[in-house]
């Protein structure tokens, strides 16, 4: 028996959940300034639970987005966040009752999805959520960076003041192809948090846009930190989101020609971005880590299943989902479609895994020799991985 409830929060009891979460990321509480301008217009009426003992002890909140999968298609998601417990009270359970509480009330409410981005890597397994893209940070030393001649220049950069880019750029992130599995729409819950940082940040946040032949077709958000006159300074891009190659091309050719630079850095960008081959001398870009990126939860696991693409041979899968019991089963999965079945399972695997091989970040073969994946054969491994299989790699790109 827990000695605590958890509940919906009333609008009045958001702030003190938002200082809160706070709180538990060692972060002191929003002003009244920062509540009323930015804070309070990112919670959607309704999505923020509480756990309370005698007091509010633990919080969790989501808002509604879309999510890009393999085939094209997009399916509703909650962009989990916000998830913190007192620390006085952790370690009793209460993120435990939260998640549950909150995965019952998305899938309530229909949406086949929740995503969240981690602190820490050994927190959401357990409620079903897995690792499904992963990314790449890179530095690039701006003396050895010289263009190769052949890169084809073509378009103009333009730079949008502040309050131009909060107007503009949710239309022109829209309009941007979602070509990757795992990108994901930017609904009104999402911008005030980029206004926040982008007007309480210490180096101007720089907005710059790419016009190509039928307007704005990609755009870098990009910040230079240069603490001391004769210090090095870093170039740190923030956002980048192109619909063409020549797009791509031309922000990095104005990202080099910044002045004052010495390096200049990007973080969680795609696995497979060609930076370097934009370059002379290809070891101007040095890796400089990655990791996982976002974390999936297949709530509704049928739906989920049934709106990707997929290639190749049938394979039978035996879901176990320990929180939300109504998905566990068997399921045919195959190019024609996705149906639940009688039939003997080729693999079985927990929910948690599921998520990291359907987006395609980790072949099923793999997650199989770590254990993740029992196969009835091994032979099956093969056709699982072609089926699961995704022709470019997946990554969110957007951080809540
Ligand atoms: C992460 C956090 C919300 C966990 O809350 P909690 O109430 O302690 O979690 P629970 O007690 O329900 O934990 C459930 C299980 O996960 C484990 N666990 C949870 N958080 C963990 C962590 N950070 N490190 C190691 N194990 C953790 C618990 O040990 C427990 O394991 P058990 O079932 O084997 O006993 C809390 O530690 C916190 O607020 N951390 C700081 C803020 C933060 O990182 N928020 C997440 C943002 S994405």
Redesign the pocket.
Known sequence: MSDYTVRTLRPDEHRTAADLFRL??HHVPATDETWRRFTERMLQPGRTLGAFDTELI?TVRSFDAEITLPGGARAGVAAVTG???RPD????????ELMRAQLTDIASRGLPFAA?????G??YN?FGYGVTTRSRSYRIDRRRAVLRADVPAAGQVELWPLDTALERLPELYASLPHTRPGMMTRPPYWWPGWERHAREATSPVVTAVHHGPNGPDGYVVYTVERKNWNDPAVLEVLSLHTATGEAFNGLWRYLLGVDLVDTLRAEERPVDEPAELLFTDLRAVQDTGGGDELWLRLVDVPAALGAREYAGEPVVLEVVDPVLETNSGRYQVSPDGVRRTGAAADLRLGVDALAMIYLGAWRPSLLAAAGRIQPADPAVLLRADRLFATSVPAWCGTHF
């Open positions: 538990t990321l633990g998830v913190g417990v009270r952790t370690r009793r359970g209460i993120l435990t969240l981005r981690a602190s820490e050994v927190i357990r």
